[in-house]
């Protein structure tokens, strides 16, 4: 996998997942500082003034490593990361390596940096699908808590906190007005008194609006996505049983039907696995099925020292199935279309008066011998439990026979042999004879 490497350009590297929570970590940091330190005159103690020069230094190196990083992938990376993010590192950067007190905008840019967390729990969302949900929420907190603490600095700021009163009260009660605020909660103990305040307030509760319609609809949003596929399993029971109702099936086979259901849900089946694979490329589409399948087809004993070439096609051409306990995968008389193999379950083999001969059980297969004779099945094998079975249609099947050799002379001794024990009737080792 080491020479794939730098083919995976949607893959998050360790260091630099470590050095995206540093600048995340960090813009927090900036953006609670620097509109507090610009409207209350935060007292500059030593571990502020190290934080401060970390700060800087972290903002610094940014767009340094994020352009190597860029080189590494190639030409078009640096291109899009010059013309997308180098300027917005570099303006977010320069208030802190030239201080200008006297300018609270200036120093506010090194806010810009909040596109750039934006777009880093963006990144993280497309590649960890399962933790999405968890970082769309981490987000609306990080989100929150920035609007909150700004909005309460802007209120101190344009209120001015008369001689006297600890800036810190005032910042609190201002935190205080600006959640009640921007929820729509609304007290009113503490009411705007000149004409800008009373815009200031417009404002924020304008936005407040916005913010609260918006937060309302993304949190039910997470709630109801949370788990997808349940949903999605939930909603075709819901068509199937108004299907079943409409057409009237007999209770027992509406019984049969939700178990299988159930059934598929409870081992984790949510999602057709065909049609999954098909929409991938033929090479990664091999590869997958590969990993998916290598277990069932190496458990199978005629293929257990087959070549990796077999093996990948074998990967592509089986295709999963569930049968239902009491469910015939074929009976007497059927054509014979496929040859089986059992991942999981057990199923009996009957004869032609319906009586058991014998079982099939996990990593066994069948139906080889019908499709050898180009004949009609001989016996019937019936499901005893769920079982989860893999298929080789016979095209398929004609057509690794005739390819590999080391398959055709593994399986021309097998099939002997059944054949000798179907001679003397030796029925617990001719079960595949169907």
């Known amino acids: 996998m080491q ?96 201080p200008l007190p006297a300018s609270s905008l200036f120093r506010l840019l090194t806010l810009l940096k909040i596109t750039r967390v934006t777009a ?40 001015d906190v008369p001689k006297g009163i600890d800036p810190r009260d005032a910042y609190l009660k201002a935190v205080y007005w600006s959640v009640t605020t921007l929820a729509t909660v609304g007290y009113g103990d503490i009411t705007p008194e000149t004409n800008n305040e009373m815009i200031y307030a417009i404002v924020a509760m304008m936005m407040g609006f916005v913010l609260y319609g918006y937060l309302i609809g993304n949190i039910a949003g997470l709630l109801n996505n949370f788990d997808p596929i349940k949903q999605e399993h939930v909603s075709n029971l819901d068509k199937l049983m108004a299907f079943m109702r409409y057409r009237r099936l007999p209770s027992t086979m509406q019984h049969r039907v939700l178990d299988y259901y159930t059934y598929m849900w409870q081992q984790g089946v949510g999602l057709d696995e065909t049609a999954m694979l098909s929409r991938l490329p033929s090479g990664l589409r091999t590869e997958v099925s590969l990993y998916l399948k290598r277990d ?22 089986l295709h999963p199935i569930v049968v239902t306990p009491g469910e015939n995968v074929f009976r007497i008389g059927d054509s014979a279309r496929n040859m089986y193999f059992i991942s999981k379950g057990r199923l009996e083999v009957l004869d032609e008066n319906e009586r058991t001969i014998g079982y099939l059980q996990e990593g066994e297969f069948f139906g080889e011998m019908a499709l050898l004779a180009k004949r009609r099945r001989m016996g019937t094998v019936r499901a005893v439990d769920y079982c989860d079975l893999y298929i080789l249609d016979s095209a398929m099947f004609d057509h690794i026979n005739e390819h590999y050799k080391e398959f055709s002379i593994e399986l021309q001794v097998i099939v002997e042999q059944r054949l000798a024990d179907l001679k003397k009737n030796d029925f617990s080792r001719t079960l595949h004879a169907s």
């Open 120 to 159: 880093f729990i963006n990144q993280w969302r497309r590649q960890l699908l399962r933790a999405s949900n968890w970082l769309r929420l981490a987000y609306f907190a990080y989100g929150l808590i920035v609007i909150v603490h700004i909005t309460a600095c802007g209120w101190v700021w344009i209120r």
């Open 3 to 98: 020479e794939l490497r730098k083919y995976r350009r949607n893959v998050l590297q360790h260091r630099d997942v470590l050095w995206n929570l540093l600048i995340v970590g960090s813009t927090l940091y900036a953006a609670l500082r620097i509109p507090a330190d610009i409207v209350i005159g935060v007292t500059n103690t030593n571990w502020l003034f190290a934080a401060h020069i970390g700060l800087t230094i972290i903002f610094v190196l940014d767009p340094v490593f994020h352009y190597l990083a860029a080189r590494k992938n190639g030409n078009g990376e640096v291109r899009q990361y010059v013309r997308t993010w180098l300027a917005v590192d570099i303006l977010a950067a320069l208030p802190l390596i030239i």
């Open 296 to 317: 069932v087809i190496e458990q199978v004993p005629i293929f257990r020292n087959a070549s990796e070439a077999l093996k990948r096609e074998l990967a592509t051409a």
